[in-house]
């Protein structure tokens, strides 16, 4: 049996029961370095996950038999292997019987909770190796980004100046961790700051129309 969890976004107080129970019954956990540093008590076998996913897929084929745990940051169906796993593996069990996959408390809302905002009608996106379509995007009232170190904050900011937009940014970094920071500004606060780095971040956009 595979199964995804999703571990939240960071601190083991987001991780739901269902989730740390799988991690106890799993013969080998399958994650990245930071994953696998949530659970140093953890005594079974680990596998460290790289970039080559392919090679992972073919060693899920190949172990499929065992207990495994895959850790998935925040939500495992949110941008995250969730998607690639369980489509890889209906292809070959019609009936999915050989996959499983517990949800976690995506980046997105935890973010959304501190910020006391609703999520009934925000728009969620991830910037993880794909260029967002800016102009579609910026068509939405409430969006949330997922970002990596490619497309964050500074980028983010100068799409919207670049549309003439006036927009507030919510910047979430390091997420439920010790060193957490969430910051309110205006995108052309953040665009005069290009060299400021952040941390693993999320980004809610907001229209101040």
């Known amino acids: 049996m595979i199964t995804v969890v999703g571990i939240g976004p960071g601190s083991t107080a987001n991780q ?18 930071r994953h696998l540093t949530e659970f140093p008590d ?15 897929m073919l060693w899920l084929e190949q172990n499929q038999h065992r207990e495994i745990v895959v850790l998935a940051s925040g939500d495992p169906l949110f941008y995250g292997i969730g998607k690639r796993i369980a489509a890889h593996f209906s292809g070959l069990h019609a009936d999915g019987q050989n996959i499983r996959i517990i949800s976690g408390i995506s980046s997105v809302q935890y973010l959304c909770a501190r910020i006391l905002l609703d999520m009934n009608d925000i728009y969620l996106t991830s910037s993880h190796g794909r260029k967002p379509d800016f102009d579609w995007l910026l068509q939405h009232e409430k969006i949330a980004m997922v970002t990596d170190d490619v497309i964050g904050p500074y980028q983010i900011a100068q799409e919207i100046l670049a549309r003439g937009q006036q927009r507030r940014m919510v910047i979430g970094e390091n997420l439920s ?22 941390g693993l971040n999320v980004v809610v956009i907001l229209n101040e129309r």
Do not use: M, P, W
């Open 16 to 33: 739901t029961l269902a989730a740390l129970d799988a991690v106890k019954q799993a013969e080998v956990l399958v994650g990245g370095t």
């Open 42 to 56: 953890f005594s079974g076998e680990t596998r460290r996950v790289n970039a080559d996913v392919d090679g992972l």
């Open 177 to 198: 961790q010790d060193n957490e920071q969430i910051v309110c500004l205006n995108a052309e606060q953040v665009a005069r700051c290009g060299d400021i780095h952040y």
